[in-house]
């Protein structure tokens, strides 16, 4: 068991024509992506869907931090395909499987090449207040310190004769409750010490605030936008009229 998986949404510092656009335009990336996915629960559109966002992987040279995030993923695709084939069928779960797929993509690509400076700055250029923006920001940063410190509790406890690589899903579920106490424990420190620290400088003391550097859209940023306000677009326009598409958009598995 491992939850190193959360290190595939950190940050990864290169230079592709993905991590060079702005933050805005790449939350605008997820949530076209996520709001996409939640239009459909046919298998096909959601394959179409899903196989375009390849390209995007590609160019931003991400594939095996992707890899990672829809591998962590695995035991709730097993869940999935069980619960939702006893109970409906095997086309609908591969279909919620595939909007889990494009979901967790979207956002992982988004974390993969957002700068958490940038990231704030972002939300501080859409008018929202410093202490939100600076808020999320601070919890984007700590995604990979709780993997990282995860692996470093399961460590310890295996060293101290625990088991926890059984496999099996119950023993996983299991295995969860030496892992979050400790977990838990030391988010809350962590938690306290972040905020003595903010509160030894004096955060929020001043409203107006100056910044080392601002962000601003690029015409790549504006090429980007327009794809994605396009993509929004022919998803809902082929949602509204779905039943009049193609047959093979139309198509399911037999079981």
């Known amino acids: 068991m491992s939850l190193q998986f959360l290190n595939s949404f950190k940050f990864l510092k290169k230079h592709t024509f993905l991590h060079d656009l702005d933050p805005r335009s790449k939350l605008l990336f997820a949530m076209t992506y996520t709001i996409s996915a939640l ?17 995007i992987i590609t160019t931003g040279k991400l594939l095996k931090q992707w890899l990672k995030s829809i591998q962590g993923m695995s035991y709730l695709f097993l869940f999935i395909i069980v ?63 709780i993997a990282n410190e995860a692996q470093n509790i399961i460590d310890a406890q295996q060293s101290r004769g625990y088991e926890m690589t059984q496999k099996g899903l119950i023993n996983q579920i299991k295995n969860l409750f030496p892992l979050l106490i400790p977990l838990i424990i030391c988010s809350i420190k962590r938690a306290f010490n972040v ?18 550097y601002t962000i601003k859209y690029s015409v790549k940023d504006w090429l980007f936008t327009i794809y994605l306000v396009f993509f929004l677009i022919i998803s809902i326009i082929v949602r509204i009229y ?14």
């Open 39 to 55: 239009l459909f629960t046919e298998m096909m559109p959601l394959l179409v869907i899903f196989l375009s966002l390849i390209p």
């Open 83 to 145: 619960l939702n084939t006893l109970f409906l069928s095997l086309s609908f779960a591969m279909a919620m499987i595939l909007r889990i797929c494009i979901m967790i993509s979207a956002f992982s690509i988004f974390f993969l090449t957002v700068d958490p400076n940038d990231l704030a700055l972002s939300f501080i250029s859409m008018k929202i207040p410093y202490e939100y923006a600076f808020s999320f920001s601070l919890a984007f940063r700590f995604v990979p310190t």
């Open 195 to 212: 905020a003595e620290a903010l509160e030894s400088r004096a955060f929020g003391s001043k409203k107006e605030r100056t910044y080392y």
């Open 242 to 255: 779905f039943n009049l598409m193609p047959e093979w958009l139309t198509l399911s598995l037999p079981v």
